[in-house]
């Protein structure tokens, strides 16, 4: 596996680091990790319930019907803290979100599997902003065709822009790191049609 500079991740991926102050990144976290009502849904993988290796929170407008985790997961309802991020990356980077989608890794041993943020409802080419709190953590991406996978270390208050071909022509995931024993805080900022 290859290690690409930020400058140069593969076509449709963005990273800026320090979106949000180091400081205030962690008192999020905490604020976030606190406050919002985590579920750990099941999922079926080869006819056997599982629940998944993280918890999830889901937050939409009242106008947005989204499949995935809108099936399996309550609406918690925008914190003034969340309204307040959306409205910044509104503005920075020109497109209405309606719906944010936030995993919470306890430690190193939570994780995300290879998959695409493709679903119909996200429209074609989406543009999904991930924002970063808390404990650092290698996101993998992985070329659908030539399988050839990058790595990315997702720094607190960080956000990565995803856009163009990311969900068309790559996968991505976020591996088990057995030495990380803080926690992190991932929020998707989604666009649902
Ligand atoms: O935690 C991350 O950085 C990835 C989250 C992700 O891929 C997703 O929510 O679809
Ligand atoms: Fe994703």
Not at 14 to 31: T, V
Not at 42 to 65: T, W
Not at 101 to 123: A, C, I, V
Request: proline share 4%; charged share 20%.
């Amino acid at each position: 596996m290859s290690k690409l500079n930020k400058e140069c991740l593969p076509e449709g991926f963005h990273y800026f680091p320090k979106g949000i102050s180091f400081d205030k990144s962690l008192a999020l976290y905490e604020h976030l990790r606190t406050q919002l009502p985590w579920q750990q849904p099941e999922i079926r993988v080869y006819g056997k319930m599982h629940k998944i290796p993280r918890l999830q929170c889901f937050v939409a407008d009242q106008s947005v019907n989204y499949g995935y985790s809108g099936k399996q997961l309550d609406n918690c309802g925008w914190l003034p803290v969340l309204s307040a991020i959306r409205t910044r990356l509104q503005r920075q980077y020109g497109q209405s979100f309606n719906a944010l989608l936030l995993n919470w890794y306890r430690n190193g041993q939570d994780t995300m599997g290879w998959h695409s943020d493709d679903e119909q409802e996200l429209g074609h080419e989406p543009m999904i902003v991930s924002v970063s709190l808390g404990a650092s953590r290698l996101f993998k991406i992985r070329n659908k065709v030539t399988r050839e996978t990058n790595s990315i270390l997702l720094e607190t208050g960080s956000f990565l822009v995803m856009s163009g071909r990311s969900q068309n022509d790559f996968e991505h995931s976020l591996p088990k790191q057995a030495k990380v024993s803080q926690g992190r805080i991932n929020l998707t900022f989604r666009t649902v049609g």
